[in-house]
């Protein structure tokens, strides 16, 4: 059974730092892409940062130069370092991989507040 669980959340104050993981079972995270996602009240689920299984990396324009995607295959664990977090990114953060033939899987989330 494939279970991507996340982790790391929390409230920091502005400026501040935190990391998040995903952790796989059930599947080879090394050969996924894998993207985190975030979702803010009211707003739709926004795409943050996506590492693929080549090592690339992409990212949305508003974490750009704060955020750092990466991953540890022997973990099976993706991460995502924030830093110079600001009161703009509280939000839930998931992260999604496709896993054939199921299709996309998310995880639980993990919520992460930042106060002003």
């Known amino acids: 059974q494939v279970q991507l669980v996340e982790s790391g959340g929390g409230l920091v104050q502005a400026g501040g730092s935190l990391r998040l993981s995903c952790a796989a079972s059930?599947?080879?995270?090394?050969?996924?892409?894998v993207g985190w996602y975030r979702q803010a009240p009211g707003k739709q689920r926004e795409l943050v940062a996506v590492?693929?299984?080549?090592?690339?990396?992409n990212y949305a324009d508003s974490v750009k130069g704060r955020f750092t995607i990466s991953r540890d295959n022997a973990k099976n664990t993706v991460y995502l370092q924030m830093n110079s977090l600001k009161p703009e990114d509280t939000a839930v953060y998931y992260c999604?991989?496709?896993?054939?033939?199921?299709?996309?899987?998310w995880g639980q989330g993990t919520q992460v507040t930042v106060s002003s």
């Open positions: 590492t693929t299984s080549g090592g690339g990396t």
């Open positions: 999604n991989t496709y896993v054939f033939p199921t299709g996309v899987m």
């Open positions: 059930g599947i080879k995270f090394s050969i996924n892409t």
